[in-house]
Every structure is written in C-alpha cells, then in structure tokens.
C-alpha cells in the first residue's frame, strides 16, 4: 500500500487492532505498520495463528502478536497495563470485534480520568468488548497524555449502533478538559474475507457473486480517518462496493 499522506505524525507511535487473527484486522494491522507504526495485534485466538494471518501480508516485522480476549476484563485490563509499562500508553485503538447499544464507556469520574476502570462499573460497559477497549483505551491515552484517536469497525447494517458508540464517547471525551482525543466510526459493507463473529451476516460467501469490498478497502479506510489533521476529525465513515446491493 502506497504511503498516506499526513500518516507521518504517527511513526513509532502505538496502535492496538482487535480482531487481527481475522484478515481485515490483520490487513489494518499490516497497513498501520507500513506506516510506521509500532502495532499489537490482538485476538481471542492462540498468538501463532495471529501471526499465520499476519505472516500473508507485508510489513509484518512491526507488529507484534499477543491472545487476549478482549470481552474478557482480566484480560483486557492486564493487556493495557503492559501496553502502559511496555510501550508508554495506547496512541491508536482499532477495535473490530462488534458492537451493542451505546452506554457510559469511558467509565471513570470526569475529576479523575488517570484512575483505573473499575470492574463495577456499567452493566453494557462490562460486557461489550468495543467498550471495553474504548475505556481502557481513553484511560491509557489521558494518563500518559497522548492525543490518541479510537477507530470502531463495524457493518454497515448496524452503523447507528457504531454512530451511537462514537457519539456517546465524543460527548463524554467533551467533558474532560484539554483532550484532543479523536473517536471515528466506519461502518463498511459486505466484505470478501471473513469479519469478526458480530458481523457474520454480511459476510459474502464464494456462492455470492454481489460485487465486494476487500479488506485493503477497510484499512484504506482507517489510514484515511487516522491522515486528517489534528484539529479535524472524521465522525463516521461509510464504505461499501459500488455495485453492492442495498437491503
């Protein structure tokens, strides 16, 4: 993939991709590396089969494989604590792993925001692996200062849940201070590889022959909203085939 231009402000920075034993986070996590990037892909999946899926595409060297579960909060929280001690913070979340409805995410007193999520908080919160990583996320950004952007994958078909994630964190990020943290949904279509598990309905199978995106299209896509400058912010994106089909 050719390098984007405004990309450069993210060199050696850190992006986090969820979902990257699949071939469309494992096709951001490849992008964001031959940007510069120093990537951790996660994935409920063991680390040698995130690396199979990586190992298909370029710039591989930057990225580094790691299983956890992201729906699962010991996981999580102990992944974003190494993230902080390893790598000084998170300063890109892409999260493919599925949404629900939109609750309070970033899950902390706005007077307090370096604290630790806490495990009681929120009912959705505590079991939605999007909003999991979003708050661990904000959390990360804010205690080591980082100016971060989260980027939310998910269909096309459900994209007022992902505008309503995106729009629910952007006004609770709007109460806290001197953050310049962005958040963007990208809602894509019907995609030719397999999504995460959520999104297993608007997979195309060989038997489709509706016209498709590919998942170069979906990390194009995420290599865009992260080019926008600093004071800009891509809210929502929708992406799908020219030629596809409308329900």
């Known amino acids: 993939m050719t390098p984007m231009r405004g990309m450069n402000r993210w060199a050696d920075k850190t992006a986090v991709v969820t979902g990257a034993g699949s071939a469309v986070g494992a096709g951001v996590a490849a992008a ?58 998170v300063h890109v979340l892409v999260s493919l792993t599925g949404l629900v409805e939109p609750s309070q995410i970033t899950g902390f ?29 904000v959390v990360s950004m804010l205690k080591n200062e980082i100016d971060g952007h989260i980027i939310n994958v998910n269909s096309i078909y459900c994209r007022s849940k992902g505008a309503g994630c995106t729009e629910t964190l952007n006004q609770e990020l709007a109460r806290l201070k001197n953050n ?33 995106l590919e998942p170069a299209d979906i990390a194009h896509a995420v290599l865009f909203a992260l080019s926008t400058s600093p004071h800009a912010n891509v809210h929502e994106l929708n992406i799908a085939s020219v030629a596809e089909r409308r329900l």
């Open 109 to 137: 007193v706005f007077d307090s925001p370096g604290e630790e999520a806490s495990e009681s908080q929120g009912t959705d919160v505590e079991t939605d692996p999007v909003l999991l990583c979003a708050r661990h996320a």
């Open 180 to 212: 310049k943290i962005k958040v963007t949904s990208i809602s894509p279509g019907s995609v030719s590889s397999k999504l995460p598990a959520s999104t297993a309905d608007d997979v195309v199978t060989d038997s489709d022959p509706s016209p498709v």
């Open 32 to 89: 964001l590396a031959g940007e510069g990037m120093r990537v951790v892909a996660l994935d409920s999946k063991e680390e040698e089969a995130i690396t199979e899926a990586l190992n298909k595409l370029k710039y591989t060297s930057d990225v580094t494989a790691r299983q956890c579960d992201v729906s699962d909060l010991s996981q999580l929280t102990h992944t974003f604590r190494w993230l902080d001690q390893h790598h000084g913070g």
